[in-house]
């Protein structure tokens, strides 16, 4: 059953059809309130009908049994399931993801796959707030469905401001990528501003997807603050240690990291490597 669905996945027209070609919002709140129905037999069913079409993994989950699929989806893991380099030099990835489209920032210029260029103010929702990344590094970290859905602080860091931007809910897997322009500039987002001891700033773009609900940041009441208005810029100071947690999503998304100069890759960093939060994602190039 699984191998079946996996060939239907693979089809690029019908994968689209699905999950982009169907009223995206309306089934996004729907899931978002059904996934919280907290009954046995409806939680029971729609985890393993999530399981059958998700590569889930629930091995390191703190918890075995799940009031409601949405308990699932924002799972936590076991005490140390997620160790997280702690040499300083060491930017750690947010999150569990694929890696996608990275490199270096021309401009104003960054990709979501080879040949997709959008604009980087425009995802963030502003020039000026773009412009401490031009000549800088950016990675795209992508969530699926299946995976852990929290996301931490990459390094000892202070979030300054978080400017949340409504938007659709297309999905954000590589089919869409392809086909859908300057997708993550359309999608709901939250652009969270931080910036590291020394000063460096850091930029984290949370960006919601199909049938995710909402973000949810650990740092401020996101219930409030944020789906107010077209867009809105909302200013913290949540002082954060790396590996804390900053938040999570209520389903597969992405996440869009942006890095000044003076930062490359770590070992091993390319497109389609798979990445566990807390591992290292950028270093301090040397001088």
């Not at 208005?229 to 597969?252: L, N, S």
Request: proline share 5%; charged share 20%; hydrophobic share 45%.
């Amino acid at each position: 059953m699984r191998s079946a669905i996996a060939r239907l996945v693979a089809n690029e027209d019908l994968n689209f059809l699905l999950t982009n070609r169907l009223p995206r919002r309306l089934a996004t709140n729907f899931v978002g309130w059904f996934s919280k129905i907290e009954n046995p037999i409806v939680a029971k069913s729609s985890i393993a009908l999530w399981k059958l079409f998700s590569d889930v993994d629930l091995a390191d989950a703190a918890e075995t049994t799940f009031p409601s699929m949405h308990a699932c989806f924002i799972r936590t893991l076991k005490p140390g399931a997620r160790p997280v380099e702690d040499d300083a030099d060491v930017v750690a990835s947010p999150c569990d993801a694929i890696v996608g489209a990275h490199g270096p920032i021309d401009g104003d210029t960054v990709h979501q796959i080879k040949d997709a260029p959008y604009r980087l103010s425009e995802l963030v929702g502003d020039a000026a707030e773009a412009a401490p990344y031009q000549g800088g590094t950016y990675v795209t970290l992508r969530l699926t469905a299946g995976m852990y859905h929290h996301f931490h602080a990459p390094h000892e860091l202070t979030v300054d401001q978080v400017t949340y931007i409504s938007g659709d809910c297309w999905n954000v897997n590589p089919i869409a990528l392809k086909r859908v322009e300057r997708l993550f500039c359309k999608n709901e987002r939250a652009a969270i501003r931080c910036r590291l001891d020394d000063g460096t700033p850091v930029m984290l773009v949370a960006v919601a997807a199909v049938l995710v609900a909402s973000i949810r940041l650990s740092f401020l009441d996101t219930g409030r603050s944020l789906r107010v208005g077209r867009a809105r810029t909302i200013p913290v100071q949540a002082r954060i240690r790396k590996g804390e947690e900053m938040g999570y999503f209520e389903h597969g998304s992405t996440i869009v990291m942006l890095l000044p100069k003076g930062f490359v890759f770590a070992e091993g960093i390319e497109t389609g490597v798979r990445i566990r939060a807390g591992q290292a994602l950028f270093v301090r190039a040397s001088q």
